[in-house]
């Protein structure tokens, strides 16, 4: 926003006024001088909610707007229904350019299968071949259906040039490390998902995989106590290759032994703070400064039930349904809300409904967080750990999204609540996207020093 020169609309006689004041007659009058103006201008200038908002628009134009976690549909990537289009999802392109979201994470997600065949070569493969027609759908969008619209990045660098010569920019996380498969596969396919476009990569998701123990394990017990052997390569291997590792899902101790053995910062690609929400899922205070000491950084995200918590008597009901019905540590509530699959049959599906509208209706859900209930977590973890270890996510359909950022298209009301909390235009590009990238760097610097050492 362009400064006003508010004293050629003062009244004559207040600008003789204040020039007398600020005859100031001592060898310090320069600096007095400034002084006073300077405080004159603050109490002569409170920022209306139209500049205010003017503000903000410009910072969120200039800034490079990045969200870390966007699940996706590989049905929305065909030639007759794709992102080109104003689809019902909440991450399309029209509402990418609509809200300004410049860039996205899109997700590789493999539900992590707890059948006999599950941790089998014939469960591997199902999991195998999800994940590839996952990679295939994003880089379809960007080299066949919008090419024109949407470009793929492979490193920090291309994120910043596609962002300069005006296109929406590419990314790809991968959630669930599962597809990998067993020692036989696993470590080839990380480099295999790395030629795929994989940046990011957690190693469990809801429920333990063959890599690492899965946060729900708080409530249901530890298969590996962190994480598994093979998964300790995994690890060293995503440094090698240049995959930033992401704790988002995974427990805290897989997340400690993840700091033990990296040598290059690592991302949490859409939590929240557990001191503000008490989900498993959100992060700690000891996991937030862990981040801080190693450099990385955690991608705040705006996700309801993560940023406001259910009473005590609300999730003791679940509970208790979860183990009447006997619903496996995989089977998500939200996801039978959703109408998601979730490995239950119709029926199940229809009483646990039913069963869901008596508790909603006997212990209401907390009312929908906003997006200051969502600034509030990100001012909690910058007061923590600091400006340059914090960004931004929002988890879009994926579950998430909240009263005032509930589509990409909403995505300047994030920017305004930020510049209405005092944030500078230089820590919401930090916030946006600039920490997230330092990060990315980072992992492909020590991946070049890796690999010219072998
Ligand atoms: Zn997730």
Known sequence: MKRTRRPSL??????????????????????????????????AKPISEEQLIAKAKGIHQRVLTLDTHNDIDVNNFAFSRNYTQELENQVTL????????????FIVYTNQATDAEAFTSVGYKRAYDTAINSFEAIHRMTTVLAPNLIEFARTADDVVKIHAKGKKVALIGVENAYPLGDEKTAIKRVKEFYDRGARYMSLAHQGHSQLSDSNTGEAIGWKWNGL?????????????????????????????????????PIIASHSAVRALADASRNLDDEQLLALKANNGVAQIVAFNTYLKTDSAERRAAFAALRTEFKLGETVSLVGIRRGAPVGI???????????????DAKYPAPSRATVKD??????????KIGID????????????????????????????????????????GKLWSGNLLRVMADVEKVAKQLQAKK
Do not use: C
């Open 10 to 43: 003062l009244p004559l006689a207040l600008v003789v006024a204040l020039a007398a004041a600020f005859q100031a007659p001592t060898a310090f009058a320069d600096q007095t001088n400034s002084a006073n103006k300077a405080s004159a201008k603050a109490a």
């Open 94 to 105: 029209p509402k990418m350019i609509k809200g300004g979201l410049d860039a996205s994470f």
């Open 228 to 264: 598994s052997p093979l998964g300790k390569q995994v690890i060293s291997e995503m440094n090698r290759v240049g995959i930033m590792v992401d704790i988002s899902h995974p427990s805290k101790e897989s997340m400690m032994q993840s700091l033990q053995i990296t040598k290059a």
């Open 345 to 359: 049959s119709e029926e199940l599906r229809e009483q646990v409904l039913k069963r869901l509208a008596e508790i």
């Open 374 to 383: 969502f600034v509030d977590h990100i001012d909690y973890a910058v007061k």
């Open 389 to 428: 270890h914090v960004g931004i996510s929002s988890d879009f359909d994926g579950g998430g999204g909240i009263e005032g950022w509930n589509d990409a298209s909403e995505t300047f009301h994030v920017t305004l609540e930020l510049v209405r909390r005092g944030y500078s235009e230089e820590h919401i």
